[in-house]
């Protein structure tokens, strides 16, 4: 199974993401994005094939989507787009892309949707919430 993460490793969400597909026993591709920039395609073929909009890809705590006056339900979806192309950290994340599907993987536990196999148990996320029980079972 190939599996892609669009990746900040300094949030916890992507590092528990990231975490959670490693112990599944995937390497996912792990893409630094805010190292890498987006483009327009890649950014419009992610938000496409998860449901999203440059609206509700949109991070808009811890980045400068306030200060660029992004908030206003009167800017377009084009300009947040081209505010994205500029400022990498305006998107949310992670992004995991794997055959199953592409979601914005908020909560992270969204990514176990995403995995073949879960990981085995007992996960827990960095903070110390169980994922999977002792039995392998989900808990979120």
């Known amino acids: 199974m190939s599996i892609v993460i669009h990746h900040n490793p300094d949030c916890g969400t992507s590092r528990n993401v990231l975490a959670i597909i490693k112990a599944s026993g995937v390497t996912p591709v792990v893409i630094e994005y805010r190292e890498t920039g987006w483009t327009r395609p890649q950014l419009l073929a992610l938000f496409a094939a998860a449901g999203l909009t440059p609206r509700t890809a949109l991070r808009t705590t811890k980045s400068p989507a306030e200060?660029?006056?992004?908030?206003?339900?009167?800017?377009?979806?084009?300009?947040?787009?081209?505010?994205?192309?500029?400022?990498?950290?305006?998107?949310?994340?992670?992004?995991?892309?794997?055959?199953?599907?592409?979601?914005?993987?908020?909560?992270?536990?969204?990514?176990?949707?995403?995995?073949?196999?879960?990981?085995?148990?007992?996960?827990?996320?960095?903070?110390g919430t169980q994922l999977i029980d002792a039995k392998g079972n989900r808990v979120a």
């Open 67 to 127: 200060d660029l006056g992004l908030l206003d339900p009167s800017v377009s979806d084009e300009a947040i787009l081209a505010a994205m192309l500029d400022h990498p950290i305006l998107v949310n994340r992670p992004i995991v892309c794997s055959p199953k599907g592409v979601r914005l993987c908020r909560p992270s536990e969204t990514v176990l949707d995403l995995l073949d196999t879960l990981p085995p148990g007992p996960f827990a996320k960095e903070d």
